[in-house]
């Protein structure tokens, strides 16, 4: 069995900054891509940035040069650091992985469960 725990949302005022937290823990083998997703109300989920286990990084047009996603292989742990927050980055933010629990199953999805980000002043 596989957990992503996301924490670190909150409210912030526009201009303001968040750091979120996504740790994978339980069988794990090995941890491909890991990334950030949101979801607005009454929109699709969108991507937000993701990072290879080597460290190549891939950003939404919207979100290049404000976040950044890093991660920590040691910690199975991946971060989103978010400056210049604007309103309509107001969503609810999933991490994901591409997870091998063992050497001899394939790799799957994770999702965390979601952490509410609020851009309002």
């Known amino acids: 069995q596989v957990q992503l725990v996301e924490s670190g949302g909150g409210l912030v005022q526009p201009g303001g900054s968040l750091r979120l937290s996504c740790a994978a823990s339980?069988?794990?083998?090995?941890?491909?891509?890991m990334g950030w997703y949101r979801q607005a109300p009454g929109k699709q989920r969108e991507l937000v940035a993701t990072i290879s286990n080597d460290g190549n990084t891939n950003y939404a047009d919207s979100v290049k040069g404000r976040f950044t996603i890093s991660r920590d292989n040691a910690k199975n742990t991946v971060y989103l650091q978010m400056i210049s927050l604007k309103p309509e980055d107001t969503a609810v933010y999933y991490c994901n992985a591409d997870i091998k629990s063992s050497r001899y199953w394939r790799a799957r999805d994770y999702w965390g469960q979601g952490t509410q980000v609020t851009v309002s002043s």
């Open positions: 339980g069988s794990i083998f090995n941890i491909n891509d």
